[in-house]
């Protein structure tokens, strides 16, 4: 979130709804497609013996990289049958079964942290994890202890583990994360392009201004099936935009992955020295708003400390949700409260030794702190009353702030959620319990019944096969620069490429976030369109089965896999618009590995193999 997202649907999907991640744990009905599939010609190197059989799980979306990649391994000496599946559903199905041998598979790191980029996918009982690596577990939480300056080297040393030790994973490429914009309608440059987070929409304004508050702004996205309104029930392509835009957080993403306070709960932030203590002064200025008649309005509760503890609490706790699927990226949170002691808060030292935590958080206040309110009804910050969160990790753990910028640590209303979810979790019944955040209940038809409570700039009216409408939360940072500017947002739900592309040229739409890199000349050949791209933290990989697969089993096998991929020839293939990787930390930090394809050491790993049976 998390967001294993497998195959380009990584490419053409993911980086269209989030900027995020990636797969979710699936709402597959767990029905097995029949898999498509195609076989390589068995034919093997010069002078080389029987090509070794090997099966290439991945979704039809995804058919050119698959192609390339049976190519390559049929030229080193396999003999390659490609499973090729229609949906993510279907090959998701098939991946639980166990029926593949390497899966095309991705991940996007949508929270900005090298941890983000592991843990997930690579801890022993991580959330997307299948690995079982003692070494791998204790790179992973050596470098989540590590300041930026040290962890560069844990991470080489876990990428030289993950890769070129045991192949546990063959990296493909790092893909662009581009989109394109209709500059006749919109302010190309109020549509931010951020490297990780989802996109903004408050942000977005219309060229005629005076259409703020008659038309609606309208986006599209691939996925239709809302895993989860609650925010921290999904991770994946369908809500990661939605929840972003649908819930503050205590603290947001710069556009190039720096930690701030902008446009979120918090008007600060402070690290306390030793690593382990954060605190955040709360705004006053944000209240939840609900749907009425399928209008937006005021609930008349504000968003404060007791939200934000409560929605902390259960984004760590496993157990508080059936099917929680955020909570590893919270793990490292410890206890949440509401802080009111004001003579200890300018006493306590800031990391790094700048002073006290009480300077750093009156840093640009209107007023400076007076009092400490641990009820959010008494907070008034032009009189300088004030809540403050203290967040305590479990060890020192500095990328907890990035966990918290996430959709998943979006704050909820305690009241709300707890008057919805009076179901036992351990006997939840999904016949018959209904949980915050269903998507049933903002489908239009006999079920709606719509009880969202939204602390962020807009709130999800309702849905339907075609669209979901947005409407703007009308007590969000009102009169603020962060103020929503346009009232309605429309998100419509359009599953492939080409038809997305198709609607915004002929201006159905009026942004395609996520232009594969296959349509950039033709977004660039129309005169209307403004194409932005920049690198993005979506990296893909083939990932190798562990389980009753001779794979699992044989590292010489894998590294046979591992070296007859040639990112050169990738590369070459997208023009040169994908970028060459090692590991999915690879956006985010040059460890100076490389992986060079090398026939003769395929050679020698199949020979080795085969020796062994």
Same mark, same amino acid.
């Given at each position: 979130?998390?967001?294993?997202?497998?195959?380009?649907?990584?490419?053409?999907?993911?980086?269209?709804?989030?900027?995020?991640?990636?797969?979710?744990?699936?709402?597959?009905?767990?029905?097995?497609?029949?898999?498509?599939?195609?076989?390589?010609?068995?034919?093997?190197?010069?002078?080389?013996?029987?090509?070794?059989?090997?099966?290439?799980?991945?979704?039809?979306?995804?058919?050119?990289?698959?192609?390339?990649?049976?190519?390559?391994?049929?030229?080193?000496?396999?003999?390659?049958?490609?499973? +090729?599946? !229609?949906? $993510?559903? &279907?090959? *998701?199905? @098939?991946?639980?079964?166990?029926?593949?041998?390497?899966?095309? #598979?991705?991940?996007?790191?949508?929270?900005?942290?090298?941890?983000?980029?592991?843990?997930?996918?690579?801890?022993?009982?991580?959330?997307?994890?299948?690995?079982?690596?003692?070494?791998?577990?204790?790179?992973?939480?050596?470098?989540?202890?590590?300041?930026?300056?040290?962890?560069?080297?844990?991470?080489?040393?876990?990428?030289?583990?993950?890769?070129?030790?045991?192949?546990? +994973?063959? !990296?493909? $490429?790092? &893909?662009? *994360?581009? @989109?394109?914009?209709?500059?006749?309608?919109?302010?190309?440059? #109020?549509?931010?392009?951020?490297?990780?987070?989802?996109?903004?929409?408050?942000?977005?304004?219309?060229?005629?201004?005076?259409?703020?508050?008659?038309?609606?702004?309208?986006?599209?996205?691939?996925?239709?099936?809302?895993?989860?309104?609650?925010?921290?029930?999904?991770?994946?392509?369908?809500?990661?935009?939605?929840?972003?835009?649908?819930?503050?957080?205590?603290?947001?993403?710069?556009?190039?992955?720096?930690?701030?306070?902008?446009?979120?709960?918090?008007?600060?932030?402070?690290?306390?020295?030793?690593?382990?203590?954060?605190?955040?002064?709360?705004?006053?200025?944000?209240?939840?708003?609900?749907?009425?008649?399928?209008?937006?309005?005021?609930?008349?509760?504000?968003?404060?400390?007791?939200?934000?503890?409560?929605?902390?609490?259960?984004?760590?706790?496993?157990?508080?949700?059936?099917?929680?699927?955020?909570?590893?990226?919270?793990?490292?949170?410890?206890?949440?409260?509401?802080?009111?002691?004001?003579?200890?808060?300018?006493?306590?030292?800031?990391?790094?030794?700048?002073?006290?935590?009480?300077?750093?958080?009156?840093?640009?206040?209107?007023?400076?702190?007076?009092?400490?309110?641990?009820?959010?009804?008494?907070?008034?910050?032009?009189?300088?009353?004030?809540?403050?969160?203290?967040?305590?990790?479990?060890?020192?753990?500095?990328?907890?702030?990035?966990?918290?910028?996430?959709?998943?640590?979006?704050?909820?209303?305690?009241?709300?959620?707890?008057?919805?979810?009076?179901?036992?979790?351990?006997?939840?019944?999904?016949?018959?319990?209904?949980?915050?955040?269903?998507?049933?209940?903002?489908?239009?038809?006999?079920?709606?019944?719509?009880?969202?409570?939204?602390?962020?700039?807009?709130?999800?009216?309702?849905?339907?096969?075609?669209?979901?409408?947005?409407?703007?939360?009308?007590?969000?940072?009102?009169?603020?620069?962060?103020?929503?500017?346009?009232?309605?947002?429309?998100?419509?739900?359009?599953?492939?490429?080409?038809?997305?592309?198709?609607?915004?040229?002929?201006?159905?739409?009026?942004?395609?976030?996520?232009?594969?890199?296959?349509?950039?000349?033709?977004?660039?050949?129309?005169?209307?369109?403004?194409?932005?791209?920049?690198?993005?933290?979506?990296?893909?990989?083939?990932?190798?089965?562990?389980?009753?697969?001779?794979?699992?089993?044989?590292?010489?096998?894998?590294?046979?896999?591992?070296?007859?991929?040639?990112?050169?020839?990738?590369?070459?293939?997208?023009?040169?618009?994908?970028?060459?990787?090692?590991?999915?930390?690879?956006?985010?930090?040059?460890?100076?590995?490389?992986?060079?394809?090398?026939?003769?050491?395929?050679?020698?790993?199949?020979?080795?193999?085969?020796?062994?049976?």
């Amino acid at each position: 979130m998390k967001t294993k997202f497998t195959l380009a649907l990584l490419l053409t999907l993911v980086l269209i709804l989030s900027g995020c991640s990636v797969a979710t744990k699936s709402d597959s009905t767990g029905n097995k497609a029949e898999p498509s599939s195609s076989e390589a010609p068995a034919t093997a190197p010069a002078g080389e013996g029987t090509p070794v059989n090997i099966e290439v799980l991945g979704m039809s979306s995804n058919e050119s990289d698959l192609n390339i990649v049976r190519d390559q391994l049929t030229k080193n000496g396999f003999n390659v049958k490609l499973n +090729i599946q !229609p949906d $993510y559903a &279907s090959f *998701k199905a @098939q991946e639980d079964a166990g029926n593949f041998d390497v899966s095309l #598979s991705g991940w996007t790191t949508v929270t900005g942290n090298p941890d983000y980029a592991v843990r997930s996918l690579f801890t022993t009982g991580g959330d997307y994890s299948i690995q079982s690596d003692a070494e791998l577990d204790t790179l992973i939480n050596k470098a989540a202890a590590q300041t930026p300056e040290e962890y560069v080297q844990t991470y080489k040393d876990f990428e030289q583990r993950l890769v070129f030790d045991e192949a546990r +994973i063959a !990296p493909l $490429y790092i &893909s662009l *994360k581009s @989109q394109a914009v209709n500059k006749e309608v919109l302010k190309a440059d #109020s549509v931010r392009l951020s490297k990780s987070r989802a996109l903004a929409w408050e942000d977005i304004d219309f060229i005629d201004t005076a259409k703020r508050a008659t038309t609606p702004l309208i986006l599209s996205q691939a996925l239709s099936n809302l895993t989860s309104l609650d925010p921290i029930k999904g991770n994946d392509g369908s809500i990661n935009q939605l929840n972003t835009n649908m819930y503050v957080r205590l603290v947001n993403l710069t556009d190039d992955d720096k930690i701030t306070s902008d446009a979120s709960l918090s008007r600060n932030y402070s690290i306390a020295d030793g690593n382990q203590d954060y605190y955040f002064i709360l705004r006053d200025d944000i209240n939840f708003a609900k749907i009425e008649n399928k209008k937006a309005v005021d609930t008349g509760e504000r968003v404060g400390g007791d939200d934000v503890v409560f929605s902390l609490d259960r984004a760590k706790n496993k157990d508080s949700v059936p099917d929680h699927r955020t909570y590893s990226l919270h793990e490292h949170i410890n206890k949440v409260e509401v802080f009111t002691d004001l003579n200890a808060l300018g006493s306590i030292k800031q990391a790094g030794g700048k002073g006290t935590v009480k300077e750093a958080l009156e840093q640009g206040l209107e007023a400076p702190i007076s009092e400490l309110v641990s009820d959010k009804k008494q907070a008034n910050n032009k009189q300088g009353k004030y809540q403050v969160v203290k967040l305590t990790t479990t060890e020192p753990f500095p990328q907890v702030l990035n966990y918290l910028a996430h959709q998943s640590a979006g704050i909820v209303s305690k009241k709300q959620v707890e008057s919805i979810n009076t179901y036992d979790v351990a006997t939840f019944d999904v016949n018959k319990d209904i949980p915050y955040g269903d998507q049933n209940t903002v489908t239009e038809g006999d079920k709606y019944d719509n009880k969202l409570y939204a602390s962020g700039p807009y709130i999800l009216s309702y849905k339907n096969d075609y669209e979901g409408v947005f409407l703007k939360n009308p007590v969000y940072q009102k009169g603020t620069d962060n103020e929503a500017l346009i009232n309605q947002v429309n998100v419509r739900f359009i599953a492939d490429a080409d038809s997305t592309l198709s609607a915004l040229r002929s201006g159905e739409i009026y942004v395609y976030y996520g232009v594969p890199e296959t349509k950039y000349d033709v977004v660039e050949g129309d005169s209307k369109l403004q194409l932005k791209s920049i690198p993005s933290n979506a990296m893909s990989y083939l990932l190798f089965n562990t389980k009753n697969r001779d794979v699992a089993n044989s590292t010489d096998l894998r590294k046979a896999v591992l070296y007859s991929i040639n990112q050169d020839e990738i590369l070459a293939f997208y023009k040169g618009k994908k970028i060459k990787a090692v590991s999915t930390v690879s956006p985010l930090i040059d460890t100076g590995n490389e992986l060079k394809a090398d026939p003769a050491k395929v050679k020698e790993f199949l020979a080795a193999y085969q020796a062994a049976k």
